[in-house]
């Protein structure tokens, strides 16, 4: 049903094309659709641990096996609430031309691509659920034709048909291995293939290089800032908030199902990727004076830190990059909209030309500052959570180093978002007696719709800060599926008890 709720959804689109009342309603129906769709399917996994389906009944490995464990569960159901939150937002906060020219379809087909993502049990699907993301990316990134746009979208489209590629050579080579693209197949096979590790790695190179640009790794990061600040907010918070994380997502899934011999070898790669990627975008971050680039750059940032979990290879690490990919889907998209409601008041994200909001808009002063300190870290919010789980099992591993990256970092990403908070809204005004800026009634009313997005992600931000030890418990239990792979090879390929041991190959 993730898959076929915004495809049905989008072909409805397609059929009333211009009647955007219609689309309006139509899509409606399909994000509340998904949202209970996903919701559901996370109620069965946690009964059922996983679940699995071959398309057409033909047996795995020959057939398409769709497959959802915990981990994919989670980041489906966060999506889905991210973009009921980016739905309400463009209800008013983008213009109609748009609209009437595919931005709904395209949305849905955005969003049937993530479920492809994060259900998929094949590696050759794997890579086609991308380039159905690229492909969305591109036409909503252009849509509207300006040139900043265009120009961003040159960027991201060059590189990403690059990554999409290296992705298709790596899929090439484990088929030239193994002679198969079945993840559950490959996980099984690989546990005993020791001669095939050195091309193994090949292969794992290709894919770490693949997903690391798709979801800007150091140094890979360089399309992102150009890109994502250029669209209508309505357009960029969904692809900043969730598509940046679904390259880390499978870069997870395959260095912990197929890529599981060569961790260790990968391990001070991956450290080094990590701790470059978090400063590296930080830094940026705080030199940059334009709103809508900062939280581009802070993307880039916080991928590091999930990227930490992976490369210190401990459950508890595991679990603190499943919490904190949850955390900043959330938390991410939740800025971006905040800046857009900022933007449709003051019709600039430059922060030399904003200020004095927080006596103007207090409520919308009191929601950035919750979501940008749970951005930071700031305890009790949702990243500290995240964080002390990745330092503590940073510590127990002996990785010091990244340890005091990811300490010194959150440190910059406070000064940054304290930065966004002093310029925005503590200090005065500097064009404030300029009348033109004074908001028509209209404008007061549709700052108070788009503000109720807002609200509907800071509660559940809320509720994963306050409320903090389920959702670490589920990371938890997320992380000892993922490390203890035979429980995904055992649902696909034998249909057999999760606990028991995988056998063999002759």
Not at 152 to 171: D, E, H, Q, R, W
Not at 309 to 321: C, D
Request: with cysteine; aromatic share 12%.
């Amino acid at each position: 049903m993730p898959l076929l709720i915004p495809l049905i959804g989008a072909v409805m689109s397609v059929f009333l094309w211009q009647l955007v009342r219609w689309q309006t309603f139509i899509v409606a129906l399909t994000q509340f659709g998904w949202l209970i769709s996903t919701g559901a399917l996370l109620y069965q996994v946690l009964q059922k641990a996983v679940l699995t389906t071959q398309v057409g009944n033909w047996p795995a490995p020959y057939g398409i096996t769709l497959i959802v464990d915990l981990f994919s569960a989670l980041v489906l159901l966060s999506g889905s609430i991210t973009a009921v939150a980016v739905y309400f937002f463009s209800l008013v906060g983008l213009d109609k031309t748009r609209k009437k020219y595919g931005y709904y379809p395209l949305m849905l087909l955005l969003q049937m691509g993530v479920a492809g993502v994060c259900l998929t049990g094949d590696v050759f699907n794997l890579y086609v659920w991308f380039e159905v993301i690229l492909i969305c990316c591109f036409a909503l990134l252009s849509l509207g034709g300006k040139k900043a746009q265009l120009e961003g979208t040159l960027k991201y489209v060059t590189i990403n048909f690059l990554a999409s590629g290296i992705l298709l050579m790596g899929t090439g080579v484990i088929y030239s291995l193994y002679g198969s693209l079945n993840m559950a197949e490959l996980g099984a096979m690989v546990r005993d293939d020791h001669p095939n590790l050195h091309l193994l790695s090949v292969a794992g190179v290709f894919f770490l290089t693949g997903f690391g640009i798709k979801s800007a790794l150091f140094p890979l990061f360089f399309w992102l800032p150009a890109s994502y600040h250029t669209p209508p907010i309505a357009i960029s918070a969904f692809i900043a908030g969730l598509i940046s994380k679904i390259g880390i997502y499978a870069i997870i899934r395959l260095h912990t199902l197929i890529f599981i011999q060569i961790q260790d070898d990968t391990q001070p790669l991956l450290l080094t990727l990590s701790g470059l990627t978090m400063v590296v975008g930080v830094i940026g971050a705080a030199a940059q004076t334009d709103l809508r680039k900062i939280l581009s750059l802070h993307i880039i940032s916080q991928i590091g830190y999930m990227l930490m979990g992976l490369a210190i290879y401990t459950p508890l690490a595991i679990a603190g990059s499943v919490f904190f990919i949850l955390h900043n889907v959330l938390v991410k998209t939740n800025l971006f909209l905040i800046s857009g409601v900022v933007a449709q008041r003051r019709r600039t994200f430059s922060l030399y030309q904003l200020g004095g909001l927080y006596l103007k808009q207090p409520l919308l002063a009191f929601m950035f500052f919750i979501t940008a300190m749970a951005l930071a870290g700031l305890p009790p919010l949702s990243g500290f959570w995240g964080k002390l789980m990745l330092v503590m099992a940073g510590f127990e591993a002996g990785n010091y180093i990244i340890v005091a990256t990811s300490l010194c970092v959150s440190l910059v990403t406070l000064f940054s978002m304290t930065k966004i908070w002093n310029e925005v809204f503590w200090k005065p005004n500097p064009l404030q007696r300029k009348r033109h800026l004074e908001p028509s009634a209209e404008d007061v009313l549709r700052g108070r719709i788009l503000r109720v997005p807002v609200v509907f992600l800071l509660i559940f931000i809320l509720l994963m800060s306050l409320v903090a030890q389920p959702l670490v418990n589920l990371s938890k239990r997320s992380a000892e599926q993922l490390l203890h792979s035979e429980i995904y090879i055992n649902a696909v390929l034998y249909k057999a008890d999760p606990t028991v041991a995988v056998p063999k190959k002759e």
